[in-house]
């Protein structure tokens, strides 16, 4: 599946260069009811998910990604107020899982959620791939990772780009001032194999579209 990760321009040339993608923990994520997808008015069962939650954040990361990048609002949340760069890996659908929105919180039986031994496939699947129906603008994919080594430098994880997280598109933001020569110079030997394109805001609709002239994109 084709799917689209929307970066500000110093991370996604960062990103670009160094052939790897931010991985994000379950703490960083700026929606808060992120696992909690759950109906938790049982104080004994919120206890039980922070635990939970808690634990998972220490050993399980995420890749996020979108499925279309015609969004302006995406582009204005994550990508410098279309400044900065989407980028478009090939991954096999296997590794991805679908977000589901949702208006409501899902409602399960206490006593079973209490003992995580007991938690069912399904019930594992909502907790991770539901979130508030107001997020569906983000149309959003994910993969679950396994945190490994933390970056020194950064004190972040990342995954390689490799054959399960393809780079196989940029595309500049149509407020980018990037030229085509900085964007080769990151991709590297990888520019012969990655289409680049540059972005515009559409005439017709409240789409962004590819820009056709080339000659407006030095």
């Given at each position: 599946?084709?799917?689209?990760?929307?970066?500000?321009?110093?991370?996604?040339?960062?990103?670009?260069?160094?052939?790897?993608?931010?991985?994000?923990?379950?703490?960083?994520?700026?929606?808060?009811?992120?696992?909690?997808?759950?109906?938790?008015?049982d104080a004994s069962l919120r206890h039980?998910?922070?635990?939970?939650?808690?634990?998972?954040?220490?050993?399980?990361?995420?890749?996020?990604?979108?499925?279309?990048?015609?969004?302006?609002?995406?582009?204005?949340?994550?990508?410098?107020?279309?400044?900065?760069?989407?980028?478009?890996?090939?991954?096999?659908?296997?590794?991805?899982?679908?977000?589901?929105?949702?208006?409501?919180?899902?409602?399960?039986?206490?006593?079973?959620?209490?003992?995580?031994?007991?938690?069912?496939?399904?019930?594992?699947?909502?907790?991770?791939?539901?979130?508030?129906?107001?997020?569906?603008?983000?149309?959003?994919?994910?993969?679950?990772?396994?945190?490994?080594?933390?970056?020194?430098?950064?004190?972040?994880?990342?995954?390689?780009?490799?054959?399960?997280?393809?780079?196989?598109?940029?595309?500049?933001?149509?407020?980018?001032?990037?030229?085509?020569?900085?964007?080769?110079?990151?991709?590297?030997?990888?520019?012969?194999?990655?289409?680049?394109?540059?972005?515009?805001?559409?005439?017709?609709?409240?789409?962004?579209?590819?820009?056709?002239?080339?000659?407006?994109?030095?």
């Amino acid at each position: 599946m084709r799917v689209y990760h929307f970066v500000e321009r110093h991370y996604g040339l960062d990103d670009l260069r160094r052939r790897r993608l931010k991985i994000a923990t379950l703490k960083e994520l700026n929606d808060p009811f992120e696992f909690f997808g759950i109906n938790l008015k049982d104080a004994s069962l919120r206890h039980a998910f922070q635990q939970m939650k808690e634990q998972m954040s220490a050993n399980r990361g995420l890749l996020c990604f979108s499925r279309a990048w015609h969004n302006p609002v995406q582009w204005s949340h994550y990508a410098g107020k279309h400044t900065g760069l989407c980028l478009g890996f090939d991954i096999p659908d296997e590794h991805l899982g679908l977000v589901n929105y949702s208006a409501k919180r899902f409602a399960v039986e206490a006593e079973r959620l209490l003992n995580p031994r007991q938690i069912d496939e399904p019930t594992v699947t909502k907790l991770l791939f539901t979130k508030f129906s107001h997020w569906r603008y983000e149309n959003e994919v994910r993969s679950f990772v396994t945190l490994e080594d933390r970056d020194p430098d950064t004190g972040l994880y990342f995954a390689e780009f490799s054959a399960r997280l393809k780079l196989a598109q940029v595309i500049v933001g149509a407020e980018s001032n990037l030229s085509r020569a900085e964007l080769g110079d990151a991709l590297g030997d990888m520019s012969e194999r990655v289409e680049t394109l540059k972005a515009r805001l559409a005439f017709g609709s409240f789409r962004v579209v590819r820009q056709r002239k080339n000659t407006l994109w030095i």
